[in-house]
């Protein structure tokens, strides 16, 4: 019971990880949090069990998602580098921090974070381009197939100071960091969605290498339950990147907002009231 219901989640993480560029711990972490702690299915985990198979399982989809991105040229690989250079310490760290946290402080922290993040992605719309980052950093261009430029651009001191950040809730939650950087991407530093997406999970698939190592020596990741959630999140991931070819762009940043608010709203409640 335990192995079909984490292939089914990892099945659902990896789709939805590759098509919005989360690397799929945003959905496993809460729902296996949820369905196997709260509710009494998997009682054995603890949240620094499942943040250990998360990170594990982004190994997978961050693979999977990348080489298919890859392969549509969607993928910026010195944004990818830059960002992951600035990750790599708050990784350690963040992970170091998971150690102290409780279920419940792990809740509300996290469903704080995606409240944070959906609404920023909710005012989307109505906010001024951030034309300071891309005048003031080394600019980028990128032709989509029906022919639309885009200039993008940031400030390297300034990209590696935000994914310092990234890595730190990364390597804390184990999800991913596509879940902060996709909307900084798009939000301050103006890339296209789709490249956002697939630069976003190379950096999720890097980071996850060095996440995964510091997780193992920390005795978080629990081994059996890889089996079922591994060849399910590959799959899923390659799905996911599948559906990602075949969206519109501002129909993949709607997708992003609905899941992080509804995700943010039930790990608050479970961290007040759980």
């Known amino acids: 019971m335990e192995w079909i219901l984490l292939a089914l989640l990892a099945l659902f993480s990896g789709i939805v990880g590759a098509l919005v560029g989360l690397g799929g711990g945003i959905i496993l972490v809460p729902a296996t949090i949820f369905l196997g702690i709260t509710m009494g299915w998997i009682p054995d985990l603890t949240p620094q069990k499942i943040v250990g198979l998360s990170v594990i399982m982004m190994v997978f989809t961050g693979l999977a998602s990348t080489l298919s991105y890859m392969k549509k040229k969607t993928v910026d690989y010195r944004s990818s580098l830059i960002f992951f250079a ?15 946290l409780d279920l419940p402080s792990f809740n509300l922290y996290f469903g ?64 991913g960091g596509g879940s902060i950087i996709v ?20 950096m ?6 060095v996440n995964s190592a510091t997780h193992i020596s920390l005795g978080n990741v629990p081994w059996l339950y890889t089996i079922p959630v591994i060849p399910a999140a590959y799959i899923g991931a390659k799905l996911g990147a599948y559906l990602n070819s075949k969206l519109k762009s501002e129909t993949l940043v709607t997708i992003l907002r609905i899941i992080l608010l509804l995700m943010g709203i039930r790990s608050i409640f479970e961290g007040i009231f759980g």
């Open 86 to 100: 600035g990750s790599v310490p708050g990784t350690l760290i963040g992970a170091w921090v998971n150690k102290g």
């Open 204 to 209: 999720v698939f890097l980071s996850a290498l």
């Open 183 to 202: 909307p900084a991407m798009i939000l301050l530093f103006l890339f296209p969605p789709h490249v956002a997406v697939g630069t976003s999970m190379f």
């Open 112 to 175: 704080i974070l995606l409240l944070i993040i959906s609404t920023l992605l909710l005012v989307r719309k109505y906010l001024k381009p951030v034309l300071w980052f891309v005048e003031n950093g080394k600019k980028r261009e990128f032709i989509d197939p029906a022919g639309r430029q885009y200039t993008y651009g940031y400030p390297i001191w300034f990209a590696l100071l935000l994914t310092f950040g990234v890595g730190f809730m990364s390597g804390l939650f184990g999800i």
